[in-house]
């Protein structure tokens, strides 16, 4: 009867665990279909960026067209996470630096249709921001389970490997310095 009740608890302990480890998958999985989610209300946004700031300026062709190219390639279903994330850097310093340049045009700066792309932009920067929050801490409880005893055990069995969190590039750890910005 005891030999029962023991095999019992330890049943009970690594059903409780095998769920954990799932629920946790899951988790990750679901933090990094909201970044998913950001960043293609973010790729929307683009095209009418784009356009508005063509009707107003005399910004170069080339960037312009660079950004268009960005946004239709980031948008391929075909791509790795990790090529999502370096198109995502590049098209976000882009886009950065477009807006930068917006500052040299003032019939832009105060026309309406700009201003509220630009507030939408800055609300979906912060919004892409938070959902990789969420994917980062996700992650972090992912590993911790997968890493420590007696999860690791399962997660061996269940071939989970690591996940690497998301990071910030180094070009956009560097100060920013409001002179070279608007001395370019």
């Not at 910004?59 to 950004?67: A, D, F, G, N, V």
């Not at 390639?73 to 996470?81: I, Q, Y």
């Amino acid at each position: 009867m005891i030999i029962i009740i023991i095999l019992g608890v330890f049943i009970a302990i690594g059903v409780f665990i095998y769920n954990s480890l799932i629920e946790k998958r899951n988790h990750v999985t679901n933090a990094y279909s909201a970044i998913d989610v950001m960043l293609k209300k973010r790729f929307d946004l683009i095209p009418n960026l784009v356009e508005v700031v063509k009707q107003y300026t005399n910004y170069e062709q080339s960037t312009l067209t660079k950004i268009v190219e960005l946004r239709a390639k980031a948008g391929s279903v075909s791509l790795t996470d990790t090529e999502k994330a370096s198109l995502d850097t590049e098209l976000s310093t882009a886009v950065k630096g477009l807006m930068v340049t917006v500052e040299n045009y003032p019939d832009l700066k105060a026309n309406t249709n700009f201003l509220n792309l630009q507030s939408t932009w800055t609300e979906s920067e912060e919004q892409i921001a938070a959902a990789r929050r969420t994917y980062n801490a996700s992650v972090t409880s992912y590993n911790n389970a997968i890493m420590m005893f007696p999860g690791n055990m399962f997660a061996g069995m269940l071939n989970y490997t690591k996940i690497d969190v998301l990071e910030t590039p180094e070009e956009e750890r560097k100060n920013i310095s409001a002179k070279e910005l608007f001395n370019n």
